[in-house]
Protein backbone atom coordinates (compact mmCIF):
# COMPACT_ATOMS: atom_id res chain seq x y z
CA UNK A 1 0.00 0.00 0.00
CA UNK A 2 1.74 3.27 -0.96
CA UNK A 3 -0.87 5.36 0.40
CA UNK A 4 0.38 8.27 2.89
CA UNK A 5 1.20 6.97 5.88
CA UNK A 6 1.01 8.73 9.64
CA UNK A 7 2.40 7.11 12.70
CA UNK A 8 1.64 6.57 15.69
CA UNK A 9 -2.50 6.48 15.19
CA UNK A 10 -2.87 7.25 18.97
CA UNK A 11 -1.03 9.33 20.97
CA UNK A 12 -1.42 10.02 24.75
CA UNK A 13 0.61 12.67 26.33
CA UNK A 14 0.66 14.56 29.73
CA UNK A 15 0.43 18.34 29.65
CA UNK A 16 3.84 19.94 29.47
CA UNK A 17 5.37 17.09 27.18
CA UNK A 18 5.98 17.23 23.55
CA UNK A 19 4.26 15.37 20.98
CA UNK A 20 5.54 14.20 17.66
CA UNK A 21 3.65 13.13 14.53
CA UNK A 22 5.12 11.57 11.67
CA UNK A 23 3.41 11.56 7.73
CA UNK A 24 5.36 9.84 5.15
CA UNK A 25 4.09 10.80 1.88
CA UNK A 26 2.57 9.14 -1.02
CA UNK A 27 5.82 7.65 -3.53
CA UNK A 28 6.30 10.36 -5.96
CA UNK A 29 4.21 13.19 -3.57
CA UNK A 30 6.51 16.13 -2.94
CA UNK A 31 3.99 18.35 -0.91
CA UNK A 32 2.43 17.95 2.95
CA UNK A 33 -0.31 19.66 4.21
CA UNK A 34 -1.18 19.38 7.89
CA UNK A 35 -4.82 19.68 8.75
CA UNK A 36 -6.37 19.66 12.28
CA UNK A 37 -9.80 18.60 13.51
CA UNK A 38 -10.94 19.29 16.52
CA UNK A 39 -14.47 17.44 18.38
CA UNK A 40 -17.32 18.22 16.17
CA UNK A 41 -15.68 20.83 13.51
CA UNK A 42 -14.45 20.37 9.95
CA UNK A 43 -10.31 20.30 9.04
CA UNK A 44 -8.47 23.42 9.27
CA UNK A 45 -5.48 23.78 7.45
CA UNK A 46 -2.04 24.62 9.55
CA UNK A 47 0.96 23.90 7.17
CA UNK A 48 2.15 23.46 3.79
CA UNK A 49 5.82 22.30 3.35
CA UNK A 50 7.54 21.17 0.28
CA UNK A 51 11.05 19.17 0.79
CA UNK A 52 13.21 21.55 3.10
CA UNK A 53 10.84 24.21 2.86
CA UNK A 54 8.14 26.04 4.42
CA UNK A 55 5.59 27.24 1.85
CA UNK A 56 2.77 28.38 4.24
CA UNK A 57 2.61 28.44 7.55
CA UNK A 58 -0.53 30.91 8.22
CA UNK A 59 -2.64 27.87 10.10
CA UNK A 60 0.17 27.27 12.82
CA UNK A 61 -0.08 28.59 16.24
CA UNK A 62 2.53 31.03 16.48
CA UNK A 63 3.74 29.50 19.59
CA UNK A 64 4.96 25.59 20.80
CA UNK A 65 4.33 24.41 16.94
CA UNK A 66 6.39 23.58 14.63
CA UNK A 67 6.44 21.36 11.27
CA UNK A 68 9.36 20.17 9.04
CA UNK A 69 9.65 18.01 5.81
CA UNK A 70 13.37 16.89 5.82
CA UNK A 71 15.16 15.60 2.35
CA UNK A 72 15.07 12.38 3.83
CA UNK A 73 12.64 11.00 6.16
CA UNK A 74 8.97 11.86 7.01
CA UNK A 75 7.17 15.21 7.71
CA UNK A 76 7.09 15.72 11.35
CA UNK A 77 4.32 18.02 13.06
CA UNK A 78 5.94 19.02 16.45
CA UNK A 79 3.84 20.12 19.75
CA UNK A 80 5.98 21.46 22.55
CA UNK A 81 3.81 21.42 26.26
CA UNK A 82 1.10 20.49 24.80
CA UNK A 83 -1.97 21.55 26.68
CA UNK A 84 -5.47 20.10 26.95
CA UNK A 85 -7.32 22.14 23.75
CA UNK A 86 -3.92 20.26 21.68
CA UNK A 87 -6.24 17.35 22.04
CA UNK A 88 -7.31 16.30 18.24
CA UNK A 89 -7.28 14.66 15.10
CA UNK A 90 -4.59 15.58 13.21
CA UNK A 91 -4.06 14.49 9.48
CA UNK A 92 -1.17 14.85 6.93
CA UNK A 93 -2.03 15.06 3.31
CA UNK A 94 -0.02 14.87 0.08
CA UNK A 95 -0.09 15.81 -3.34
CA UNK A 96 1.90 15.16 -6.37
CA UNK A 97 2.19 19.01 -7.50
CA UNK A 98 1.77 22.37 -4.96
CA UNK A 99 -1.47 24.26 -4.30
CA UNK A 100 -5.01 23.10 -3.91
CA UNK A 101 -6.27 22.48 -7.05
CA UNK A 102 -3.99 19.07 -7.25
CA UNK A 103 -5.97 16.35 -5.20
CA UNK A 104 -4.63 15.64 -1.89
CA UNK A 105 -4.18 12.51 -0.71
CA UNK A 106 -5.19 11.93 3.13
CA UNK A 107 -3.46 9.30 5.37
CA UNK A 108 -5.53 8.22 8.66
CA UNK A 109 -4.45 10.79 10.70
CA UNK A 110 -2.73 10.61 14.74
CA UNK A 111 -5.70 10.87 17.49
CA UNK A 112 -3.49 13.10 19.96
CA UNK A 113 -4.92 12.81 23.68
CA UNK A 114 -4.04 15.51 26.18
CA UNK A 115 -4.52 14.06 29.74
CA UNK B 1 -15.97 33.30 11.07
CA UNK B 2 -17.12 30.42 9.11
CA UNK B 3 -16.36 30.28 4.88
CA UNK B 4 -17.53 27.19 4.28
CA UNK B 5 -20.95 26.06 5.75
CA UNK B 6 -23.17 22.81 5.92
CA UNK B 7 -25.90 23.18 7.68
CA UNK B 8 -27.17 20.19 8.09
CA UNK B 9 -25.08 17.82 10.92
CA UNK B 10 -26.78 14.21 9.29
CA UNK B 11 -29.25 13.11 6.78
CA UNK B 12 -31.18 9.82 6.42
CA UNK B 13 -31.58 8.54 3.20
CA UNK B 14 -33.20 5.02 2.03
CA UNK B 15 -31.00 2.94 -0.20
CA UNK B 16 -31.68 3.30 -3.90
CA UNK B 17 -33.03 7.08 -3.32
CA UNK B 18 -31.28 10.03 -4.04
CA UNK B 19 -28.89 11.82 -1.54
CA UNK B 20 -28.84 15.67 -1.41
CA UNK B 21 -25.72 17.20 0.93
CA UNK B 22 -25.64 21.26 0.90
CA UNK B 23 -23.05 23.57 0.92
CA UNK B 24 -22.93 26.96 1.40
CA UNK B 25 -19.88 29.27 1.22
CA UNK B 26 -18.97 33.26 1.76
CA UNK B 27 -15.97 34.01 0.02
CA UNK B 28 -16.63 34.86 -3.24
CA UNK B 29 -13.30 34.53 -4.47
CA UNK B 30 -12.83 31.04 -4.04
CA UNK B 31 -12.99 29.31 -7.74
CA UNK B 32 -12.65 25.47 -6.62
CA UNK B 33 -14.93 23.46 -4.52
CA UNK B 34 -14.15 20.11 -3.17
CA UNK B 35 -15.93 16.99 -2.07
CA UNK B 36 -14.44 14.41 0.57
CA UNK B 37 -16.02 11.25 1.73
CA UNK B 38 -14.38 10.22 5.83
CA UNK B 39 -15.21 7.22 7.34
CA UNK B 40 -14.52 6.61 11.24
CA UNK B 41 -10.44 6.26 12.20
CA UNK B 42 -9.60 6.93 8.51
CA UNK B 43 -8.87 10.10 6.76
CA UNK B 44 -10.57 11.64 3.89
CA UNK B 45 -11.08 10.59 0.60
CA UNK B 46 -11.63 13.04 -2.11
CA UNK B 47 -14.58 12.41 -4.66
CA UNK B 48 -15.77 15.22 -6.90
CA UNK B 49 -14.43 18.59 -7.69
CA UNK B 50 -15.51 21.46 -9.70
CA UNK B 51 -14.26 24.76 -10.72
CA UNK B 52 -16.25 28.00 -10.57
CA UNK B 53 -16.13 28.01 -14.42
CA UNK B 54 -18.16 25.05 -14.25
CA UNK B 55 -21.89 25.00 -13.02
CA UNK B 56 -22.02 20.98 -13.11
CA UNK B 57 -19.40 18.15 -12.84
CA UNK B 58 -20.25 14.59 -12.88
CA UNK B 59 -18.49 11.30 -11.95
CA UNK B 60 -20.74 7.84 -11.52
CA UNK B 61 -23.53 8.18 -9.38
CA UNK B 62 -21.94 11.67 -7.75
CA UNK B 63 -22.60 14.82 -8.84
CA UNK B 64 -21.54 18.30 -8.21
CA UNK B 65 -23.63 21.17 -9.10
CA UNK B 66 -22.21 25.23 -8.22
CA UNK B 67 -24.90 28.17 -8.50
CA UNK B 68 -22.49 30.83 -8.15
CA UNK B 69 -24.89 33.50 -7.45
CA UNK B 70 -26.23 31.88 -4.87
CA UNK B 71 -22.57 30.67 -3.22
CA UNK B 72 -24.06 27.32 -2.84
CA UNK B 73 -22.86 23.94 -4.04
CA UNK B 74 -24.85 20.50 -3.46
CA UNK B 75 -23.55 16.85 -4.02
CA UNK B 76 -26.26 14.39 -5.42
CA UNK B 77 -25.56 10.72 -4.33
CA UNK B 78 -27.77 8.29 -6.67
CA UNK B 79 -28.20 5.68 -6.27
CA UNK B 80 -27.37 6.11 -2.98
CA UNK B 81 -26.07 2.71 -1.45
CA UNK B 82 -24.95 1.60 2.52
CA UNK B 83 -21.32 2.03 1.67
CA UNK B 84 -22.34 5.63 0.94
CA UNK B 85 -22.77 6.31 4.84
CA UNK B 86 -20.06 8.63 5.69
CA UNK B 87 -19.56 12.40 7.02
CA UNK B 88 -19.16 14.11 3.59
CA UNK B 89 -16.72 17.23 4.04
CA UNK B 90 -17.23 20.11 1.51
CA UNK B 91 -13.81 22.31 0.58
CA UNK B 92 -13.18 25.49 -1.35
CA UNK B 93 -9.97 27.06 -1.97
CA UNK B 94 -8.90 30.90 -3.82
CA UNK B 95 -6.14 30.20 -6.45
CA UNK B 96 -3.20 28.70 -4.36
CA UNK B 97 -4.88 29.37 -0.93
CA UNK B 98 -4.90 26.40 1.69
CA UNK B 99 -8.39 24.60 1.11
CA UNK B 100 -10.92 25.71 3.58
CA UNK B 101 -13.72 22.67 5.06
CA UNK B 102 -17.00 22.98 6.06
CA UNK B 103 -17.60 20.90 9.70
CA UNK B 104 -19.29 17.98 7.77
CA UNK B 105 -22.81 16.20 7.14
CA UNK B 106 -22.90 12.50 8.24
CA UNK B 107 -24.87 10.76 5.87
CA UNK B 108 -26.91 7.51 6.91
CA UNK B 109 -28.40 4.97 3.85
CA UNK B 110 -30.64 2.75 5.51
CA UNK B 111 -31.06 -0.20 3.89
Redesign the interface.
Known amino acids: NAG ?1 M ?1 NPRHLVRRRGQEARLRCSPMKGHSHV ?1 W ?1 RQLP ?6 MV ?1 LQKENII ?1 E ?2 MPKERFSAEFPKEGPSILRIQQVVRGDSAAY ?1 C ?1 SSRS ?4 Y ?7 TRLTVT | DQQ ?1 K ?1 NSPSLSVQEGRISILNCDYTNSMFD ?1 FLW ?1 KKYP ?6 LI ?1 ISSIKDKNEDGRFTVFLNKSAKHLSLHIVPSQPGDSAVY ?1 C ?1 A ?1 EG ?9 TRLSVIA
Not at chain 2, 41 to 46: I, L, R, V
Open positions: VQYYEEGLKFYDSGFAGGTNEQYFGPG | VQYYAEGPTFSFASNTPLVFGKG
